[in-house]
């Protein structure tokens, strides 16, 4: 550019002086201490990042939400089940101790226990019918949301319409078939615009909770009776009420687990684990020499 000039580059002055290049000593094997060494991480198990005081949890996302409800919504249908066959059989028992009675007397101890055996079947069949409502609706929550999610469209029917609908009697025999057949069509991800259309096992299970709750009423109104013969029809009626709930309670459980598994498709328990056998390669890999100055 400028010529008769010579331009030369410099680093600039420094008050330190350069620091002369380190010495790499040759590797003499592990580390090796005379005693334990105190330092380190803690001797605890490993646990999650959110169990560490002072960070902050985060909500698990609603998939997950609905996998796990799901599993607990499972466990308590399939227990009203199990209670709901021994009351029917409780109830049967009964009636077959009825028909007895009439050509002879009964032993009093035959009598205490099917007494005994339909009172603890009734009070556990309760139970378990208000543990199984309260995870059900539990799970719907999650999965309405998930849904929601989802589909890009919030549900139609607001949360707090839930516990009412499936409470108030004569309305639960619609609602809760509605309230599936929208969070099916969601989960599906149809247009928000469509009608939703129920497949074919949501429709049995809606006739099936539907006609259980019509037999119960008519079995609580056919109790109000005195007569004989309508208390021994009252006992086939409630056994015929305990089959209809354990009918129910198990395909809920089905429906429960297919929009489980629609909203999740990949189950992490059925995911199976893969282990490395061998690797199998064109050479074999190098390994590096080891040091003549290694103590072991």
């Known amino acids: 550019m400028y010529q008769g000039y010579e331009w030369v580059a410099t680093p600039p002055p420094t008050q330190r002086a350069p620091e002369p290049p380190r010495l790499r000593l040759p590797y003499l094997g592990p580390p090796r201490y005379r005693t334990p060494p105190r330092w380190g991480f803690p001797a605890l198990a ?138 099916e069509h969601a989960i599906l991800r149809r247009p928000a615009t469509d009608r939703p259309r129920p497949s074919p096992l949501l429709t049995t299970w809606w006739l099936t909770w539907s006609a259980g709750g019509l037999l119960f009423a008519t079995t609580l109104l056919w109790r109000l009776q005195d007569s004989a013969q309508a208390q021994a029809d009252g006992v086939l009626l409630t056994a015929a009420t305990n089959l209809a709930a354990a009918a129910t309670a198990v395909l809920t459980i089905r429906v429960v687990d297919r929009l489980s598994l629609l909203l999740a498709p990949i189950v992490p328990s059925s995911v199976r684990r893969l282990r490395v056998v061998r690797v199998e390669t064109a050479t074999a890999p190098t390994r590096a020499p080891r040091p003549t100055t290694a103590s072991r």
């Not at 499972?74 to 109830?91: K, M, N, R, T």
């Open 46 to 183: 490993w646990r999650w990042p959110t169990a560490v005081v002072g960070v902050a949890e985060e909500a698990p996302a609603a998939v997950e939400r609905v996998r796990g409800r799901a599993r607990f919504a499972a466990s308590a249908l399939w227990l009203l089940a199990a209670v709901a066959v021994i009351a029917a059989g409780a109830e049967i028992w009964r009636y077959v101790l009825l028909l007895e009675s009439r050509t002879g007397a009964l032993s009093r101890g035959v009598v205490q226990w099917s007494d005994s055996l339909v009172t603890t079947g009734s009070v556990l069949s309760i139970a378990a019918g208000i543990i199984s409502v309260t995870t059900v609706i539990w799970w719907l929550h999650a999965a309405r949301d998930a849904a929601a999610e989802a589909a890009g469209y919030t549900p139609a029917r607001p949360d707090w319409h839930l516990v009412p609908g499936i409470l108030v009697p004569g309305v639960n025999l619609v609602v809760p078939g509605a309230v599936l057949a929208e969070l």
